[in-house]
């Protein structure tokens, strides 16, 4: 088993659950890193970077940084991380979310009302792919001329950190000198969105570097694009495997909520972080010495039977509680957890609203990635 080969990541289930019970603190001398499995010690990691820091990189690729910016967010640890998100948390605090309510409530109604029932339709490409990136590229204030390429970007830029291939790499590369031209314009001729606020921000009164500019555009980019994607297709996904599940949302639409909690925790669309420890560490009885990487299995924690009980490996959309880590913990928890949630929320709302079954019309085509788990393509039957 290599944990870097995408072929593993397309069902790594069975093994999640032998290093769950076998081995949940695990070395591997292929992929030169420990993978951790347990839901417990994922936390325990995410809650203290001191001793797993961040700063030597969260994907464990040669080029990371040259994808994501070499001074982007993703590789700060305390006090330089705290700074830097204070910048653009004002954007995603739960007032100013919902404040988005109606814009993408108005998105969704317009990509599902062209919908035929009972006619197939590949779900990616109708909804999940359009929305999100519609939402971001409002927030971040791109042209509505530059969105489609919006989408060849932002999907170079998760090949290139998982299966990387030298166009993909280019086109990132494209990605960032698009970002360095707005982010120029926006600092002489600032407009009401995203780019200007962090285009025009500064750091105990310094103003950011271009490298940092960019670093922030392009991860704001991707999170808020590629996470809601994989929610909204594994969603649908699980409703058309569950149709019992899909009956109890049809018959009480109050249960959505909880759904698109207990849909993070099925899909958990980012399926993986790493942390380097700072220092030697045991853990569980394992010598992790200091310059390790730490793989956190999220994946692995979202079913770990010792949190989540006999019914972890069971779809539950009254699930109560549920603390799922599809969105990481500590400092590093997702800014933008509360934009995928209202997504997802509305999105399920207005599906409900028109649909009460779920079928699926073809073989759905999983993403080949070692970080997301998503779905390129989705053909389903609604009715």
Same mark, same amino acid.
């Given at each position: 088993m290599n944990v870097l080969d995408t072929d593993f990541w397309l069902d790594p289930y069975p093994e999640f659950a032998r290093l769950r019970s076998e081995?949940?603190?695990?070395?591997?001398?292929?992929?030169?890193?420990?993978? +951790?499995? $347990?839901?417990?010690?994922?936390?325990?990691?995410?809650?203290?970077?001191?001793?797993? @820091?961040?700063?030597?990189?969260?994907?464990?690729?040669?080029?990371?940084?040259?994808?994501?910016?070499?001074?982007?967010?993703?590789?700060?640890?305390?006090?330089?991380?705290?700074?830097? &998100?204070?910048?653009?948390?004002?954007?995603?605090?739960?007032?100013?979310?919902?404040?988005?309510?109606? $814009?993408?409530? =108005?998105?969704? &109604?317009?990509?599902?009302?062209? +919908? =035929?029932?009972?006619?197939?339709?590949?779900?990616?490409?109708?909804?999940?792919?359009?929305?999100?990136?519609?939402?971001?590229?409002?927030?971040?204030?791109?042209?509505?001329?530059?969105?489609?390429?919006?989408?060849?970007?932002?999907?170079?830029?998760?090949?290139?950190?998982?299966?990387? &291939?030298?166009?993909?790499?280019?086109?990132?590369?494209?990605?960032?000198?698009?970002?360095?031209?707005?982010?120029?314009? $926006?600092?002489?001729?600032? =407009?009401?969105?995203?780019?200007?606020?962090?285009?025009?921000?500064?750091?105990?009164?310094?103003?950011?570097?271009?490298?940092?500019?960019?670093?922030? @555009?392009?991860t704001l980019l991707v999170a808020g694009n590629e996470t809601t994607r994989n929610l909204i297709t594994g969603g649908v996904e699980a409703l058309a495997r569950h149709p019992g599940e899909l009956q109890r949302l049809v018959t009480d639409r109050a249960l959505v909520p909880s759904a698109v909690e207990e849909m993070l925790r099925w899909v958990t669309p980012v399926m993986n972080f790493a942390r380097t420890a700072t220092t030697d560490v045991e853990l569980r009885g394992e010598h992790i010495k200091e310059g390790q990487m730490v793989f956190m299995l999220y994946g692995s924690a979202n079913r770990d039977p010792e949190v989540f009980g006999p019914s972890a490996d069971t779809l539950d959309v009254g699930r109560q509680p549920n603390p799922h880590v599809a969105f990481g913990f500590g400092e590093h928890f997702c800014m933008g957890a509360s934009l995928a949630r209202l997504e997802a929320r509305i999105f399920f709302d207005e599906l409900l609203q028109r649909f009460s079954t779920v079928e699926l019309a073809g073989d759905p085509e999983r993403l080949r990635s070692s970080l997301m788990r998503g779905l390129v393509h989705l053909p389903v039957t609604l009715n």
């Open positions: 081995s949940p603190v695990a070395w591997h001398d292929d992929a030169q890193l420990w993978t +951790i499995a $347990r839901h417990d010690d994922v936390m325990r990691i995410s809650r203290d970077p001191a001793t797993f @820091c961040s700063g030597q990189g969260v994907l464990p690729m040669d080029r990371e940084r040259e994808i994501t910016g070499a001074e982007s967010i993703l590789f700060m640890d305390p006090p330089d991380h705290q700074r830097q &998100r204070k910048l653009v948390s004002p954007a995603f605090t739960p007032r100013r979310i919902a404040a988005l309510e109606d $814009r993408v409530r =108005a998105l969704a &109604r317009q990509l599902l009302d062209d +919908i =035929a029932a009972g006619q197939p339709v590949d779900v990616a490409p109708a909804v999940a792919e359009p929305l999100p990136m519609l939402v971001i590229a409002d927030m971040l204030g791109v042209p509505a001329a530059d969105r489609d390429r919006f989408k060849l970007w932002s999907d170079a830029m998760i090949e290139a950190a998982t299966e990387p &291939r030298e166009e993909t790499y280019q086109l990132a590369f494209e990605l960032w000198g698009y970002f360095e031209k707005i982010i120029q314009q $926006r600092l002489v001729d600032p =407009a009401d969105d995203l780019i200007s606020v962090i285009a025009h921000a500064e750091v105990d009164d310094v103003p950011l570097t271009n490298a940092e500019l960019n670093g922030f @555009c392009m």
